[in-house]
């Protein structure tokens, strides 16, 4: 079974940075491309960042762009967004996404959703 | 304002079938982009229900269909039950933004 778990979200204040992580399970991570998608309070869903299989191709969102850092580490079964200068915009639960193949491609859809991780961000 | 729009709330009674319509530009869903729908229940996390415009998932019910023309793309979903209530997103491409869009959202009640 594929399970995808979120951690490191919390209350940061605007312009401070927070590291999430997404630990993989149940199934062959260094094989697929995998995103980060958010969701704001009572709002609906919108991309952030997917990367590759390898590493090799990552994209970002225009809203995060320049502030927001995608990576992964295959030896751990691990996806990471490194967010810098944090807005209250940023405000979400945040969603890893696993993609069905080894690119990010614009055909793809996400096949398997983690639970979220929140980050408020607030003075 | 979502690049693709849905209705916010369609409803329907028990065993009725209900539409739920996505529509996008000659950007996205018509420079042929697939289109892919997701039910998320309250309070959990979006669950894949439709892809390629009109393939469902192992485990999705066949009471579940999409389908896409144009500049368009539809989910229906046939004989409603109360567990179908939820919210449900469209997503696709779009080639000038170069990213991932999803639609607004669209709250389906049953009666």
């Known amino acids: 079974e594929v399970q995808l778990v979120e951690s490191g979200g919390g209350l940061v204040q605007p312009g401070r940075s927070l590291r999430l992580s997404c630990v993989a399970s149940?199934?062959?991570?260094?094989?697929?491309?995998m995103d980060w998608v958010r969701q704001a309070p009572g709002k609906g869903l919108e991309w952030v960042s997917g990367?590759?299989?390898?590493?090799?191709?990552?994209d970002y969102a225009d809203s995060v762009k320049g502030r927001f850092t995608i990576s992964r580490d295959n030896a751990k079964n691990s996806l990471y967004l490194q967010m810098n200068g944090l807005r209250p915009e940023d405000t979400a639960l945040y969603f890893c996404?696993?993609?069905?193949?080894?690119?990010?491609?614009?055909?793809?859809?996400?096949?398997?959703w983690g639970q979220g991780s929140l980050v408020t961000v607030s003075s | 304002q979502s690049v693709l729009t849905q209705p916010p709330s369609v409803s329907g009674a028990p065993g009725q079938r209900v539409a739920i319509s996505c529509t996008g530009s000659g950007s996205n869903i018509g420079a042929g982009y697939d289109v892919h729908w997701y039910q998320q229940l309250p309070g959990t996390a979006p669950k894949l229900l439709i892809y390629?415009?009109?393939n469902r998932p192992s485990g999705v019910p066949d009471r579940f269909s999409g389908s896409k023309s144009a500049t368009s793309a539809s989910l229906a979903i046939t004989g409603l039950q109360a567990e179908d209530e939820a919210d449900y997103y469209c997503?696709?491409?779009?080639?000038?933004?170069?990213?991932?869009?999803f639609g607004g959202g669209t709250k389906l009640t049953v009666l």
């Open positions: 997503q696709s491409f779009d080639s000038s933004l170069s990213a991932v869009i």
């Open positions: 390629g415009s009109s």
């Open positions: 996404a696993k993609h069905p193949g080894r690119y990010v491609s614009g055909w793809d859809h996400f096949d398997n």
């Open positions: 990367i590759s299989w390898n590493s090799g191709s990552v």
């Open positions: 149940g199934f062959k991570f260094d094989d697929y491309a």
